[in-house]
């Protein structure tokens, strides 16, 4: 009797996990102001077009066009302000050593692709409950009922074009390069965040390492970007944050000058005037006083 030896399947691009699948139908003026997170992102422009910030590089996206975010990498999307695009957008997880050919790649996609990407997004209406035009969603929940096999499908096709977009060398797109002034705009969006979130933590004691995390930037592109448009550091500006709020409450006479340097996050009074000295040439008490006086 013949012995029949199993051959066990080569899985080049497996996918077992799925973030989220989105379509989205955008205004023509929306922004997103950007993220960055551990696994792949693939947008897909099926309407319209986009800007995109990918690391520190941005493109136009036109219509049939995909560009795909690595792992960690931050990414913004602008709408043009002309036209309402339409974005498929599907996050996963896949370690495969495949997927360093779609780093800083724009791909145009054929009608194979395109054909996958509608069914990727027919499975997900049908496998999960949670809206597909929710930008806010981080966790994707199961239907009570759906067709069988609808998960497994989403990772099929999903693997499908991904494996076709290798195999035929994918017709990159060059991708438009966005100008300097788009990027300009980009910094000045993430600038104003940033400034908006230190504000709202004024009376607080914010750390560099939290402003990163807020900004979803590294160490080094944040203090570049942000030195860039403001012209100070990001700490130094969120001292001067400080110190103003603290010349107001002084000037509206709301606590003494320790129970504002408490409110305000200073570790003791000889620190808060210390810092408030350095930036208005005065201690509170003068500065209090310079007040009455007038």
């Known amino acids: ?23 989205f139908e955008y205004a023509k003026d929306y922004v997103f102001e950007g993220e960055r ?15 995109v910030m990918a690391g520190d590089v941005g493109y136009r996206l036109r219509q049939g066009e995909i560009i795909f975010h690595k ?16 974005l498929v957008v599907v996050s996963f ?7 360093a050919y779609f780093e ?10 395109r054909t996958l990407l509608a ?69 000045n969006d993430l600038v104003k965040r940033v400034i908006a979130f230190m504000e709202e933590n004024a009376a607080g004691s914010l750390t560099f390492a939290q402003v990163c995390r807020f900004s ?12 860039a448009v403001t012209g100070y550091g990001v700490m130094e500006y969120y001292r001067m944050i400080k110190i103003d709020l603290a010349k107001t409450m002084l000037r509206e006479g709301n606590g003494n000058i320790t129970q504002i340097a408490d409110r305000l996050g200073y570790a003791s009074v000889h ?5 408030f000295k350095q930036a208005t040439g005065m201690t509170p008490s003068e500065y209090t006083m310079s007040i009455q006086a007038k």
Request: proline share 4%.
């Open 1 to 23: 009797m013949a012995e029949y030896v199993a051959t066990t399947l080569e899985m080049a691009l497996p996918i077992q996990k799925i973030i989220t699948v989105h379509y």
């Open 37 to 51: 997170h551990d696994f792949w992102e693939l947008l897909y422009v099926d309407k319209g077009e986009v800007e």
């Open 71 to 86: 792992p960690n990498e931050f990414h913004n999307v602008f709408a043009n302000g002309v036209v309402a695009p339409n």
């Open 93 to 99: 997880e896949c370690s495969a050593p495949a997927m």
């Open 104 to 113: 800083g790649k724009i791909l145009a996609a054929g009608e194979d692709e």
């Open 119 to 187: 069914r990727i997004v027919r499975e997900a209406r049908d496998a999960f409950s949670t809206p597909l035009d929710d930008p806010r969603t981080q966790r994707m929940e199961r239907a009570s009922s759906h067709a069988f096999g609808s998960e497994q499908m989403i990772a099929i096709l999903l693997q499908e074009m991904l494996i076709r977009l290798i195999r035929r060398g994918a017709n990159q797109a060059q991708g438009v390069k966005i100008s300097s002034s788009v990027k300009l705009r980009s910094d």
């Open 216 to 227: 979803a930037q590294s160490a080094t592109n944040l203090k570049t970007i942000f030195k």
């Open 271 to 275: 620190y808060f005037s210390r810092y």
